[in-house]
């Protein structure tokens, strides 16, 4: 019997959602997005078992009746909408689940979870999402932690500009990571750091790389892992000399203040071109005890852009596509709880790769 599921948003990574969950033959899903573009786009895919609906997903009356009816709820809208939608599937009794890395909309959305009937997966895909079951995963092998490092980055394969850098998913989500306050553990204690800021540089297969603070990427885990680890950090990894063009942009010319982003935003999107050849860098590293010796253990992965279902997906598309969908398959095959808030870190890493979503990760 079919899930009856509904996305929100047909924007970069909604299209490479329904390129994986239509092509499974398990899910009879509905899209919705205010663009009559891109759903034409998606009609003219032609992807089996997908009905399109044009519809302001702006609008709570709206969004509450495209909703009802469906067994699963995915958010692929700009964080904003995050509340209002979660809200929405609360109501309809409906498992909810999004990518968002925003950091107070997923405070509401564990708020609604309390006493929801149904699950709240929150901050599915790369970063926040497969990051943290990596981590808790490669965690639980020591008996105790002093230091759990997570680095992750969605790069042009190509780099050609100054930046060396070209858009690969939301430019808002971009933006938010930059400019918000991070979460970090520091000596053992519960911190907020800021972003663009504790600048590192190191190399990975004799590709020299940096990487700084940005918001969003621990997803839950600081919760998790508080009083069980002294630090505790994320960073987004980028190729050198990255870090002080945006610097430069957000705190020198002041568009990271909330009413300068849309011209932020304008700028990176009128400037940056996109790309689909392009490759996500995972990099893990956890420092503790066990056995009574101080040992390090990591995990390190590169996934590059492929051809899934005849539709080339970049790198950032799959990843972010896979995670959210392997999450979602999981729930529906009772390894994730039925009713409240699931982190991402309840997730076993063995069954999120053995997962036909997930696998993609493990090639």
């Known amino acids: 019997m079919s ?3 509904i996305l929100l948003g047909a924007g970069k990574i909604g299209d490479a959602i329904l390129n994986l969950l239509s092509h499974s033959g398990d899910y009879e899903i509905t899209v919705a997005d205010r663009d009559a573009e891109r759903l034409n786009y998606v009609d003219k895919e032609n992807f089996p078992n997908v009905t399109s609906v044009c519809s ?6 709206k969004v509450s009746q495209l909703i009802q009816g469906h067994d699963v709820t995915l958010s692929a809208c700009p964080y904003f909408l995050t509340p209002m939608i979660a809200n929405a599937a609360k109501t309809a009794n409906s498992h909810y689940f999004d990518l968002t890395e925003d950091v107070e909309s997923t405070r509401i959305v564990k708020q609604l979870a309390q006493d929801a009937t149904s699950a709240f997966v929150p901050q599915c895909g790369l970063a926040p999402g497969f990051i943290s079951i990596v ?7 020591f008996d105790s932690l002093r230091d759990v490092s997570m680095r992750v980055g969605a790069l042009p394969t190509f780099p050609n500009n100054a930046l060396k850098y070209n858009l690969t998913w939301s430019t808002d989500g971009l933006i938010n990571e930059y400019c918000n306050p991070c979460e970090a553990i520091v000596d053992g204690k519960l911190r907020e750091t800021s972003a663009l800021e504790e600048i590192e540089h190191f190399s990975l297969d004799g590709i020299d790389y940096e990487a700084f603070n940005t918001s969003g990427g621990l997803g839950t885990l600081c919760e998790s892992l508080i009083g069980r680890v002294q630090n505790l950090n994320y960073k987004t990894v980028r190729y050198p000399g990255h870090r002080d063009i945006i610097k430069m942009l957000i705190r020198d010319l002041e568009l990271g203040k909330l009413e300068r982003r849309p011209i932020l935003k304008d700028v990176l999107e009128t400037s940056v071109p996109m790309t689909k050849q392009d490759v996500v860098l995972v990099f893990v590293s956890v420092i503790g005890m066990r056995a009574g010796r101080l040992e390090q253990e990591s995990y390190a992965k590169k996934i590059y852009a492929q051809e899934v279902n005849g539709q080339l997906l970049s790198a ?3 990843t972010t596509a896979s995670g959210i969908c392997a999450m979602v398959d999981m729930l529906i095959q009772g390894k994730l709880p039925q009713h409240g808030l699931v982190r991402q870190e309840q997730a076993s890493l063995a069954d999120f790769t053995a997962n036909r979503f997930g696998r993609f990760y493990a090639n």
Do not use: R, S
């Not at 981590?135 to 092998?141: L, T």
């Open 3 to 5: 899930t009856k599921l």
């Open 56 to 61: 302001d997903l702006n609008d709570q009356t």
């Open 135 to 141: 981590a808790n995963d490669v965690a639980k092998k």
């Open 316 to 318: 950032i598309q799959l």
